[in-house]
């Protein structure tokens, strides 16, 4: 049995400022910033050398590290599934009756099922939700210079004023997504 520390979910007030303590950590470490977008970028260097001018950088010194995270991030993930299960994600009264009101009702595992399964990507909600909506996310983090946790987390603590414009963009985009785009498309 695993202590409730690592099997609870934590509140904003211990989870937020330790999240936060990584930002100067990383910047005692060498100057390195948290984000996850710019890893495609170091993997198509790292496995397509030369293929390119975007590609032709020193990839190890600046984005090895970074790929390392990001693997490490998905093997917690992994970890974290197989260890703990998925019956430890809690979803919200209001949470579950707004998704029901769009019509969605399988609500057991990470994601409903009705959008994100193979089944669901031929369905034009699915692809639209999937195919389209990724191809957006990640054409809005490559033009944006970053994701939302490199802009939200290391580029606001470090005072940038392209970070803040872009993280008002993503909470505007996230809005319209939720209240004009989710209705029309379930």
Same mark, same amino acid.
């Given at each position: ?5 690592? !099997?609870? !979910?934590?509140? =904003? ?18 100057? &390195? ?25 020193? =990839? &190890? ?56 399964? =193979? ?68």
């Amino acid at each position: 049995m695993l202590p409730a520390a690592l !099997t609870d !979910t934590w509140p =904003w007030y211990i989870a937020g400022p330790l999240i936060g303590l990584f930002v100067p950590l990383l910047q005692l470490l060498g100057g &390195k910033q948290l984000g996850i977008s710019g890893n495609l970028r170091h993997l198509c260097a790292a496995l397509l050398p030369g293929r390119g001018d975007f590609l032709r950088y020193d =990839w &190890k010194s600046t984005g090895g590290w970074n790929l390392l995270f990001a693997l490490g991030t998905a093997l917690g993930g992994l970890l974290g599934i197989q260890v703990l299960g998925t019956h430890h994600i809690a979803i919200s009264p209001e949470t579950r009756a707004a998704l029901g009101a769009l019509g969605l009702q399988d609500l057991s595992g990470l994601v409903p099922r009705e959008i994100f399964s =193979w089944p669901a990507l031929l369905t034009p909600r699915g692809f639209v939700s999937v195919v389209v909506g990724g191809f957006l996310v990640g054409f809005g983090a490559a033009y944006a210079g970053g994701c939302t946790s490199g802009h939200a987390i290391s580029g606001l603590s470090n005072f940038q004023l392209r970070s803040l414009f872009a993280v008002l963009g993503f909470f505007a985009g996230g809005l319209l997504a939720t209240h004009l785009l989710l209705p029309l498309l379930f």
